[in-house]
């Protein structure tokens, strides 16, 4: 299926083209008929295609498409777009970190005021870090999670840490 994903993130297959029938899939890839089927429900399910019973799969345009899946999404950064798809999710996150940022501040308590502070500083550790030796950007990531844990619990707001 993921090769599949690739085919229609790339263009191989655009949007309003048929996929290939099941039994074509199947065929192509040494697959059974069955898991051919199960294969284009995947694709289905991730928004990449619309079944029709009697006339089969067709690609759906990108905007469609779940781009929250991690299949789609690591296809999607693979091909040429995909320094715009990090973009668009880096400016997502701007959004939502800038008023995460202003509810904590309003509703923190010394405890999560405490974890912050120890969080940012793990977190600006790790980025001087990785100034000296990229190797070390795992960490850096690893600290920016850690770091925003605690943001998101101060908050109140079980949502965004969902």
């Known amino acids: 299926m993921r090769f599949l994903i690739g085919d229609i993130v790339s263009g191989a297959f655009p949007g309003g083209s048929a996929l290939p029938r099941e039994a074509d899939l199947a065929s192509r890839f040494g697959v059974s008929r069955g898991v051919a089927r199960e294969s284009v429900r995947g694709l289905e399910e991730r928004g990449l295609v619309t079944v029709k019973h009697g006339r089969g799969a067709t ?16 296809a999607l ?67 920016d999670v850690a770091f925003h844990r605690p943001l998101i619990s101060a908050t109140g707001n079980r949502a965004l840490g969902t």
């Open 77 to 143: 950064l693979e091909c040429e777009q995909g320094a715009g798809i990090l973009s668009e999710y880096l400016e997502c996150r701007r959004i939502l970190e800038i008023e995460a940022a202003g509810l904590a501040a309003e509703r923190a308590s010394e405890d999560d005021l405490a974890s912050l502070s120890n969080a940012f500083a793990r977190m600006s550790a790790g980025a001087e870090r990785v100034r000296g030796n990229p190797a070390a950007e795992d960490l850096y990531h690893e600290a």
């Open 59 to 74: 690609v759906t345009p990108g905007d469609c498409w779940d781009v929250f899946d991690p299949d789609v999404l690591s």
